[in-house]
């Protein structure tokens, strides 16, 4: 079965780190292009990270620069996002997403209808 699957959320203090994997089955993941997008109560899924196929090229939004990053284990078929830093505005649900290659992160990778495979979903809860 081709799936996606998030892991490492959870609930840390303003200030603290998480770091997110997903796992590929199935197929390949260092042949896509990858992301990591999120979405808090209330609101639409926002796009933090896009990594081409290939890892030419990195794009991320500015709420996340300095504090988060992407990485990929091709070994492992599994995919990172560090958070550092967090603040409580970075409370939502993180799913990862791949994109058949090719794909540069152009300018409409922070929609999520442009991704085509997607992961369960790992809550993220920052709070004293």
């Known amino acids: 079965q081709v799936e996606l699957v998030e892991s490492g959320g959870g609930l840390v203090q303003p200030g603290g780190s998480l770091r997110l994997s997903c796992l590929a089955s199935?197929?390949?993941?260092?042949?896509?292009?990858v992301g990591w997008f999120r979405q808090a109560p209330g609101e639409e899924r926002e796009g933090i990270f896009c990594?081409?196929?290939?890892?030419?090229?990195?794009v991320s939004t500015h709420s996340v620069q300095g504090r988060f990053s992407i990485s990929r284990d091709n070994k492992k078929n599994t995919m990172y996002l560090q958070m550092n830093d967090l603040k409580p505005e970075d409370t939502a649900v993180y799913y990862c997403?791949?994109?058949?290659?090719?794909?540069?992160?152009?300018?409409?990778?922070?929609?999520?209808?442009?991704?085509?495979?997607w992961g369960q979903g790992t809550q993220v809860t920052v709070s004293s």
């Open positions: 990594m081409s196929d290939g890892d030419r090229r990195t």
């Open positions: 199935g197929f390949r993941l260092d042949y896509f292009a």
């Open positions: 997403a791949t994109h058949l290659p090719p794909y540069n992160c152009g300018d409409q990778w922070y929609d999520p209808a442009v991704w085509g495979s």
